[in-house]
């Protein structure tokens, strides 16, 4: 009789660290499913409103690729810092891709810590600005004052 009795206790206490296990797995696993779906959502373009502006606020120089030491610019960027390098094609393709996207209204420049470029450079960014405009779209300059580098964006 009392080897009946645990035997009985002891089959109930595995069936239910059975039933545990299963709804360990099944948590964890829509936990997982929640989280894919959130990251797939918000993927392209999920979280953009109808209307809105881009802006492009470059913060250092003008350049065709970033230099420096590779772990002193991964070390910066952990860190939160900038590495005061603007690379042109980011600033281009980022105009071209706005001038296609009819939820981009108008662009915004912002050249505050903007801290020059070559003139092909320069040149470069202000097609791409005139293309921007050409698509029937508004660019808008805003500084609290304009060096020379500067002032040839901001006149685009």
């Keep these: 009789m009392i080897k009946k009795f645990f035997s009985g206790v002891w089959r109930l206490f595995s069936g239910l660290m059975r039933v545990l296990q299963v709804m360990v797995f ?3 696993f829509l936990i997982f499913i929640l989280i894919f779906l959130d990251k797939s959502e918000s993927g392209a373009g999920g979280g953009m409103p109808d209307s809105a ?3 492009i606020a470059p913060s250092g120089m003008l350049v065709e690729q970033i230099s420096g030491d590779t772990l002193d610019m991964a070390l910066l ?3 939160g810092g ?3 390098q603007v690379i042109v094609s980011e600033i281009v393709q980022s105009l071209q891709a706005a001038a296609q996207d009819d939820r ?3 662009v915004v420049l912002q050249p505050n810590l903007f801290q020059g470029g070559g003139l092909s450079k ?4 202000g097609d791409a600005l005139d293309e921007f405009r050409a698509s029937g779209k ?3 300059a805003m500084a609290n004052g304009y060096d020379q580098s500067q002032y040839y964006l901001a006149a685009h």
């Design 26 to 28: 099944f948590t964890f």
């Design 53 to 55: 502006a881009l802006v």
């Design 77 to 79: 960027q952990i860190q």
């Design 82 to 84: 900038a590495s005061g």
């Design 104 to 106: 981009i209204k108008l």
């Design 122 to 125: 320069l040149q470069e960014i």
């Design 138 to 140: 508004s660019v808008i």
